[in-house]
């Protein structure tokens, strides 16, 4: 798969387009990317989501994601990396804070504004970055970076409401790479039993499963479960994928084995919370 790199801390593009130029596709960089117009759908990690106008997404490193076009769509992309970010006029007490959150941003589908007021907030701070954009005025540069700057701080604090309780940016380094390292390789259940895992962090596997808990405040098998139900949730309701499909994508042993455990912790089997969650939209 493709993969992109970004040459300079930030880049600013603003597009008008009918169809995407891009197939599915990874960064190595983060990528804000706000509809000014348009709809259509946005594909990030097999997951969909329907677009329109006043919708902000975070794409983070090593996402794969696409949109499809179905009206002609402005599309403002900023592309900034964390050289970008060390760089900037944020406060340096706030900047390993602005990383950490960025960086442990949920992989998900969908807008991530999730308050009135901040959409309201955001949308004219994205019109004076286009006016500044096109126009090449004076001091536009600089205009623009505290623009940007003041949005990815808005961004931030949208992402920090929706972090598991147990992840803050106090949390032990180690510990933050271990959750890392589970949630990229969630598709590999051989690279996340409390022995590879022990192995991979320098952990005895007998002191595994306790140095886990004492960090994530539950057992390692409990995390596993509510990631994988997480993100089932999301193909539930964001992909047209059969549930056996998305029994085997996950690893469970089969479809009914898949329906027991959604059903223990959900309380509802995947077809019918997929159903009723239709029905509420």
């Given at each position: ?133 096109v126009n090449r005025d004076l001091y536009n540069k600089e205009l623009i970076r505290q623009l940007v700057n003041t949005l990815i ?48 962090f320098g952990i005895s596997e007998s002191y595994m499963g306790r140095y886990f808990k004492k960090h994530a405040n539950e057992t ?62």
């Amino acid at each position: 798969m493709h993969k992109e790199s970004l040459y300079e801390p930030f880049e600013i593009v603003f597009k008008e387009l009918n169809e995407c130029p891009k197939k599915a596709h990874e960064h190595s960089f983060f990528e804000l990317v706000y509809i000014v117009s348009g709809t259509g759908e946005q594909c990030i990690n097999k997951n969909r989501f329907n677009y329109r106008k006043g919708h902000l997404f975070l794409i983070t490193p090593d996402d794969c994601h696409s949109f499809d076009i179905e009206e002609t769509t402005q599309f403002l992309f900023i592309r900034f990396n964390n050289i970008y970010i060390k760089n900037s006029a944020i406060l340096q007490e706030n900047v390993q804070k602005l990383e950490f959150i960025l960086q442990h941003a949920n992989h998900q589908p969908g807008c991530i504004l999730k308050n009135q007021v901040d959409k309201t907030l955001v949308e004219p701070m994205i019109n004076a970055i286009i006016r500044e954009y096109v126009n090449r005025d004076l001091y536009n540069k600089e205009l623009i970076r505290q623009l940007v700057n003041t949005l990815i701080i808005v961004v931030a604090r949208n992402i920090a409401k929706s972090l598991p309780e147990q992840i803050n940016e106090q949390s032990e380094e180690k510990a933050l790479d271990i959750l890392e390292y589970i949630q990229r390789h969630i598709y590999n259940p051989e690279k996340l039993t409390t022995e590879h895992l022990g192995a991979t962090f320098g952990i005895s596997e007998s002191y595994m499963g306790r140095y886990f808990k004492k960090h994530a405040n539950e057992t390692l098998q409990d995390y596993l479960m509510q990631y994988k139900l997480k993100l089932i949730e999301n193909r539930l309701l964001h992909s047209k994928l059969r549930i056996g499909e998305i029994a085997r994508e996950f690893n469970f042993t089969d479809e009914s084995h898949l329906n027991r455990m959604f059903k223990k912790y959900k309380g509802a089997s995947p077809s019918a919370y997929r159903k009723a969650r239709m029905n509420a939209s």
